[in-house]
């Protein structure tokens, strides 16, 4: 019976060839999943300062100093030109999810993920309320395909290993989040805890922050203020856990009710998410927080920026707005404006407290914890979850205790309510 090459034990002293060959794909993989995190950067960076005109500073002040009209026609121009690009490329060809392309190991998509993810960033740049993180995340699992398919002795579980591996790495340059980003592609994409996964995931997630940080510089994605915080309030954890599933849970119909049964592929496509944009640039005269992925929220929330009537209005528009764009046909990532969504909803809870019994409860440590539990149930890893939060900000480290018991209480009142099958993630766009 012959030997297959791929799987033959190597010579004493010589790792196996395969084994050579994935290593070397999984360093590619680290470099290409950087690489494609600085580019969508890039672009989306350039396209918020083209549809605000500001030169400095974050996107939330860019809004602030824009005029109403601006407001409005930025949204509006940027809805119609990714609407008119999804309209092209959907006529011409499938741009299948990515999490389905690894669970039936599908033929990778490289040029209409990559269109796609351009079309994408084009759209939350200019103010629609969907994730950033699903453009890098197709960038980099397109690019890490057509850099490794050289290497022929790959078996057909490394090239999924590798393509949920360039899909974590990716949002962990992003965000600058490593452990995040390695397990978002072990346990959400790949769901094990295989040694070879796992190492390949922490391996390609690392070499892609270090790739971004020549734009992060190390530093946090974001701020954490200087205020301080109390060892009590972890027991306030388990209280904010049926705040964060009810949100997560409503968040997760809406998105599931507003998703369109099929791909829109018609020239509606364009005035549709005009019209979106229309709504948004309206909203953001009063709640200049809303257009983007969520970053605003989440950096006002840390900076005790909210009153509780905005952060209320905020609660409730952020996911409208989100399920508005994905009804117009739009894609984007759907973990960044639940985890903003969570993030009012705990900046509600501390505020109603802190003003109807006269306490002072931390509002940035409640708000992230908010965030926590939500994208707990959003995407259905409380680990991960507390794990992604954490390092996004990098509080006190014993804030993680904190963010951990809302996560898992939020995500086991989920498995409660819904039984043992609960909804799959909404990681996708």
Known sequence: MPVDPARSPASPGRPPRRDVEFFCAVVIVGLLAGFAGLATTAVLRFVEHATYRYDFGTLLAGITDAGPVRRVVGPVVGGALAGLGWWILRRRADVPPLAGTIDRRDRIPRLAWSVDAVLQVLLVGSGASLGREGAPRQFAAALGDFATVWLTRLSGSDRRILLACAAGAGLGAVYAVPLAGALFAARILLNTWQPRAVGAALLTSSLAVAVGSTVTHDQPNLPWPSAESTYLL????????????????????????????????????????????????????????????????????????????????????????????????????????????????????????????????????????????????????????????????????????????????????????????????????
């Open 234 to 429: 972890t027991a306030h954890g388990l209280m904010l856990a049926p705040v964060a599933v009810a949100v997560g849970l409503a968040f997760n119909r809406l998105m599931a009710a507003a998703r369109p049964a099929r791909t829109m592929r018609t020239w509606v496509l364009v005035p549709a998410l005009a019209a979106a944009g229309v709504v948004m640039g309206v909203c953001s005269h009063w709640w200049p927080e809303l257009p983007g992925n969520g970053r605003s929220i989440l950096t006002v929330s840390l900076a005790s920026g909210m009153t509780l009537t905005a952060a209320a209005a905020i609660l409730v528009l952020k996911p409208l707005l989100t399920a508005l764009f994905l009804r117009a046909g739009g894609a984007g990532g759907m973990l960044t404006p639940s985890l903003a969504t969570g993030a009012a909803a705990g900046s509600v809870l501390v505020l109603a407290i802190n003003w109807a019994a006269g306490t002072h409860l931390h509002p940035p440590a409640v708000s992230l914890a908010g965030a926590a539990g939500v994208l707990a149930v959003t995407q259905g890893s409380p680990v991960w979850a507390a794990i992604f939060v954490w390092e996004l900000a990098h509080p006190p480290p014993w804030l993680f205790v904190f963010f951990l018991l809302t996560a898992c209480g939020a995500y086991g009142l989920k498995v409660l309510a819904l039984g043992r099958r609960p909804p799959g993630p909404t990681h996708e766009g």
